[in-house]
């Protein structure tokens, strides 16, 4: 083990960012100190217990030697303090860096001289150099690049994957300076067994984030508004995405959805928007993308109210509908920006009596069970394609006459149901 100042680490933030990436930074051989603000995540970590669904801690959390503490001084300690708290975006789509910048001018206050303050929640271009950078230097003695060195390394984890994790993930690197960059190179060449990239500054690295996260939301944006062209052609878009995925090279697939949820692809684009606007550019692409993006819950609604007309000759404030999932993506328990907040206010808004169930969420759930939410129900829309949801018998629906299938799973299922139920998938 080297022991130098450098291997004393501290991480602030212990979420599914940065509990891995201390838990991991421990098991590289770093004297580790973890700062949570939350009492009662604190309390769970110094007794072993998290609720984070990653590998590492599950594989590392019992038994490990990170200091837990909410006490931001005890960074002092270390020679390199890494950020790892939320960025999210306000009501208004504004991004919301008042975390990010409280965390930093506290941390700044504490840590030494040749400290390396490195920040891993996704911000836009310019945050470090027009932010963070004057915040420390204005809250403490430090002169960045000299006393103190700053560094932004962008997150990449990925919630729910058993294949990537902290530990194998290729990272980008842009620092305020030279040594600041290369004392960052040398802790995660260390950290991770994976590729990490010198970028010619930090803004570089900021913008990789954003990019590489708005590139998958306009990928998204395509496919969803192929599914509402191809829906008025009679053509299966999932169908012809395979087809065109065939092709080997230029071509990467993505699948058309009732909304866009997470607390990274609905979110980075707007970083990278309203930095850009303040600097008199208007990303008339990203914008396009996130509003089609943004209209698939309401989109999804109109075609399950036309299909009950059709069908029943019934409006949406003469029946009951369950929605089914809550979470953003499968087999996670995560609702953040997930679109069925969105599809439910529209259902309640049009005066339906609206039931819920999703198995990662039984508290916010309106119903015990699958099978008490589908009771009552008239129609369903399935939102989230967990798996414990596609096992769902269509010959046990009970009543159900309309069932909007919003991520294109359960096609095969109904197909001998027609007779009872109206199936609709937003691919075709
Ligand atoms: N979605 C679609 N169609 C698609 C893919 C996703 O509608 O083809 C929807 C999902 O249902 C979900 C949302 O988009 O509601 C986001 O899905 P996601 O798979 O991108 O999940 P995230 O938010 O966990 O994205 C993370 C990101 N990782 C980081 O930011 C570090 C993202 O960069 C990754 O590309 C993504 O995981 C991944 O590849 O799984």
């Not at 891995?20 to 995540?41: D, H, I, M, N, R």
């Not at 944006?221 to 878009?237: D, P």
């Not at 071509?251 to 607390?263: L, N, Q, S």
């Amino acid at each position: 083990m080297v022991h130098d100042f450098h291997n004393s680490v501290a991480v602030v933030g212990l979420g599914y960012v940065g509990l891995p990436l201390a838990l991991l930074a421990e098991q590289k051989g770093f004297t580790v100190t973890g700062v949570e603000a939350s009492a009662e995540k604190l309390s769970e970590l110094k007794d072993g217990v998290s609720s984070i669904d990653d590998s590492i801690v599950t594989d590392n959390l019992s038994g490990s030697s990170v200091y837990f503490t909410d006490d931001i001084t005890s960074v002092s300690g270390c020679g390199i303090v890494i950020i790892c708290v939320p960025t999210p975006v306000d009501k208004d789509k504004n991004p919301d860096l008042s975390l990010v910048k409280k965390a930093a001018e506290a941390a700044a206050q504490s840590m030494k001289p040749g400290s390396l303050l490195v920040i891993e929640s996704t911000i836009n271009p310019g945050v470090c150099d027009e932010v963070v950078i004057p915040i420390i230097e204005s809250a403490t003695d430090h002169v960045v690049g000299k006393s103190i060195h700053i560094a932004h390394c962008p997150e990449r984890i990925n919630p729910g994957d058993p294949k990537w994790n902290v530990g194998n993930i290729n990272r980008v690197l842009g620092a305020s300076d030279a040594v600041g960059l290369e004392i960052a190179f040398k802790f995660y060449g260390r950290l991770v067994d994976a590729d990490i990239m010198r970028m010619g500054s930090i803004k570089e690295a900021e913008a990789v984030k954003v990019v590489e996260n708005s590139f998958r939301d306009v990928n998204i944006a395509f496919v969803n508004e192929l599914a509402m062209s191809f829906k008025k052609l009679g053509i299966n878009v999932n169908n012809v995405i395979d087809g065109a995925a065939t092709k080997p090279f230029a071509f990467m697939a993505h699948y058309p959805g009732i909304g866009v949820g997470g607390h990274c692809i609905p979110v980075d684009p707007y970083y990278l928007i309203e930095y850009a606007r303040s600097n008199g550019f208007e990303h008339r692409f990203l914008k396009l993308a996130r509003d089609i993006n943004e209209s698939m819950p309401v989109y999804s609604v109109d075609l399950l109210e036309q299909a009950l007309i059709e069908r029943t000759k019934q409006t949406l404030d003469k029946v009951t509908v369950c929605v089914l999932g809550l979470s953003y993506k499968p087999n996670v328990g995560d609702d953040r920006e997930s679109p069925a907040h969105s599809v439910i206010h529209t259902l309640k808004t049009r005066g339906a009596t609206v039931t819920t169930f999703d198995p990662y969420f039984p508290k916010e759930s309106s119903a015990e069970s699958l099978d008490d939410a589908l009771a009552s129900a008239d129609a369903v829309i399935l939102v989230t394609a967990h798996k414990e949801l596609q096992s769902i018998d269509p010959a046990k629906l009970g009543r159900v006459e309309v069932f909007l299938d919003g991520r294109n799973v359960m096609r095969e299922k109904f197909k001998d149901h027609a007779n009872r139920i109206t199936y609709i998938g937003l691919s075709s």
